[in-house]
């Protein structure tokens, strides 16, 4: 799949992905990254290539591996576009149609103090935890993450 993060000038409406139903647009807020999605495409491909999907559709999946838990209401509050100007896109192949568009740029997920804070609280990152990791806080966050999504497995 292909993997991109924009940020546009408008808020995306949720109609998007009407217009263009072979991708998925999500809010990229609660995103260390776009290798957090990436992740979280591996670990739904699997999911669908094991018959242990949660959900009928990919995309659907892809956002509950990326929130690290299985509650489908809980992976749409975190990734839904709720008038979302940061978002990331991916999909088979991502229509020119969307990235051409007026007042849209691809960007790169900084992780700064904002995005650390709210990642911390949610996906429940505790100080303690924290601290177990060694190196910068970008680092023990994004590990972080990624154990998470990767026990989403055994919920």
């Known amino acids: 799949m292909k993997i991109?993060?924009?940020?546009?000038?408008?808020p995306v409406?949720?109609?998007?992905?009407?217009?263009?139903?072979?991708?998925?647009?999500?809010?990229?807020?609660?995103?260390?990254?776009l290798e957090h999605i990436g992740l979280a495409?591996?670990?739904?491909?699997?999911?669908?290539e094991s018959g242990c999907n949660t959900s009928d559709n990919i995309f659907v999946e892809v956002l509950l591996w990326a929130s690290g838990q299985r509650q489908i209401k809980r992976?749409?509050?975190?990734?839904?576009?709720n008038g979302s100007q940061?978002?990331?896109?991916?999909?088979?192949?991502?229509?020119?149609?969307?990235?051409?568009?007026?007042?849209v740029c691809e960007v790169e997920i900084m992780l700064d103090e904002s995005r650390l804070d709210a990642l911390k609280?949610?996906?429940?990152?505790?100080?303690?935890e924290m601290g177990v990791v060694p190196g910068s806080a970008e680092k023990?966050?994004?590990?972080?993450?990624c154990e998470r999504i990767s026990l989403a497995a055994i919920q």
Do not use: H, N, W
Request: proline share 5%; with cysteine.
């Open 121 to 128: 609280r949610a996906f429940s990152i505790t100080d303690t």
């Open 41 to 48: 495409v591996e670990k739904a491909e699997q999911a669908f």
């Open 140 to 145: 023990a966050v994004k590990e972080l993450i």
């Open 13 to 33: 409406e949720k109609d998007i992905i009407e217009k263009y139903p072979g991708i998925q647009v999500v809010d990229s807020t609660l995103l260390f990254g």
């Open 86 to 103: 940061e978002v990331v896109v991916f999909g088979a192949e991502i229509p020119p149609g969307f990235s051409d568009g007026p007042g």
């Open 75 to 81: 992976a749409l509050e975190m990734y839904g576009l």
């Open 4 to 10: 991109k993060a924009y940020r546009c000038d408008s």
